[in-house]
């Protein structure tokens, strides 16, 4: 199975901070990687697929990028609104999908 | 504007049964395989079921493989999990998602809680 170690666990950053989360599979998975976006109560929403691509709507603060073992997620200029947990998921083998740990980010 | 709404969740005792559905709406349901993706309180995200469009092909995690049935109705563009010999760490938001061609979930319903307890 692959397993995805996503870091940090937690951050706290001011408005308009750039923030950054990194996530590691267990094996090389192309580029087969998605982000998503969970605020508290609300289910999670997909914000970056295929590793670097920005779904429709979604703000151009936030990126992604890296391929194999090695990605990032990246929110320019945080935002309140922005305030929720983040997870990598890998689809490298579907059917069966495997998702990071969470990043759950917070304003100073 | 795709909708997925699941229901049946609710109290269960150990070792209980229950039936989860998810009715969706907004899209071709019938074209799209479908995922159950699950969330204990205060964890993070388990992928635990996969069936395709046509229900030809269904997959299960490990933890719940042999208790959960994934199946699906296009005619009622229905998805559902049946769900049997519940654990106490079954507990959980259960949240049906719809799988991108080729990729990972890219709508989710708001989810259903399901708690076992004795």
């Known amino acids: 199975d692959i397993q995805m170690t996503q870091s940090p666990s937690s951050l706290s950053a001011s408005v308009g901070d750039r923030v950054t989360i990194t996530c590691q599979a267990s094996?090389?998975?192309?580029?087969?990687l998605n982000w998503y976006q969970q605020k508290p109560g609300k289910a999670p929403k997909l914000l970056i697929y295929?590793?670097?691509n920005l779904e429709t709507g979604v703000p151009s603060r936030f990126s992604g990028s890296g391929s194999g073992t090695d990605f990032t997620f990246t929110i320019s200029s945080l935002q309140p609104e922005d305030i929720a947990t983040y997870y990598c998921?890998?689809?490298?083998?579907?059917?069966?999908?495997?998702f990071g740990g969470g990043t759950k980010v917070e304003i100073k | 504007e795709v909708q997925l709404v699941e229901s049946g969740g609710g109290l269960v005792q150990p070792g209980g049964s229950l039936r989860l559905s998810c009715a969706a709406s907004?899209?071709?349901?019938?074209?799209?395989?479908m995922n159950w993706v699950r969330q204990a309180p205060g964890k993070g995200l388990e992928w635990i079921s996969y069936?395709?469009?046509?229900?030809?092909?269904?997959y299960y995690a490990d933890s719940v493989k042999g208790r959960f049935t994934i199946s699906r109705d296009n005619a009622k563009n229905s998805l559902y999990l049946q769900m049997n010999s519940l654990r106490a760490e079954d507990t959980a938001l259960y949240y049906c998602?719809?799988?991108?061609?080729?990729?990972?979930?890219?709508?989710w319903g708001q989810g259903t809680l399901v708690t076992v307890s004795s």
């Open positions: 907004g899209f071709t349901f019938s074209s799209y395989s």
């Open positions: 998602a719809r799988a991108r061609y080729g990729s990972g979930p890219d709508y």
């Open positions: 094996q090389d998975i192309t580029n087969y």
């Open positions: 998921q890998q689809y490298d083998n579907l059917p069966s999908l495997t």
């Open positions: 295929d590793a670097s």
């Open positions: 069936i395709s469009d046509g229900s030809s092909t269904l």
